[in-house]
């Protein structure tokens, strides 16, 4: 059974930054698709930045290009995201999420496997 288990969620003010990290336990697949989404109170949940483990490729929402970077250590088994120049806007439960496939990565659909989330909190 595949668990996933994120961290790093806390309060940071507006251009601050965040390290958030997923810790996955089971075995996903040699290659599959891992990220993070994040969801508002009241809002459906987006995809943020995903990663194919297999094929060195990554996927970021429009709004975080550029600020937030995606990244894996496999002798860890940890994904990370970085997050840097937060907004208010971007205050949510912030969710760790894998699948051996993906046709649209940054679609929530997509996903088989989900942690139980952490809180970010931009204040402004």
């Known amino acids: 059974q595949v668990q996933l288990v994120e961290s790093g969620g806390g309060s940071v003010q507006a251009g601050g930054s965040l390290t958030l990290s997923c810790v996955a336990s089971?075995?996903?697949?040699?290659?599959?698709?891992m990220g993070w989404f994040r969801q508002a109170p009241g809002k459906e949940r987006e995809g943020v930045a995903v990663?194919?483990?297999?094929?060195?490729?990554?996927y970021y929402a429009d709004s975080v290009k550029g600020r937030f970077t995606i990244s894996q250590d496999n002798a860890a088994n940890t994904l990370y995201l970085q997050m840097n120049s937060l907004k208010p806007e971007e205050t949510a439960r912030y969710y760790c999420?894998?699948?051996?496939?993906?046709?649209?990565?940054?679609?929530?659909?997509?996903?088989?496997?989900w942690g139980q989330g952490t809180q970010v909190t931009v204040s402004s």
């Open positions: 990663l194919y483990a297999g094929g060195d490729r990554t």
């Open positions: 999420a894998a699948n051996t496939w993906a046709q649209m990565p940054l679609n929530s659909r997509n996903y088989r496997y």
């Open positions: 089971g075995y996903i697949g040699s290659r599959y698709y």
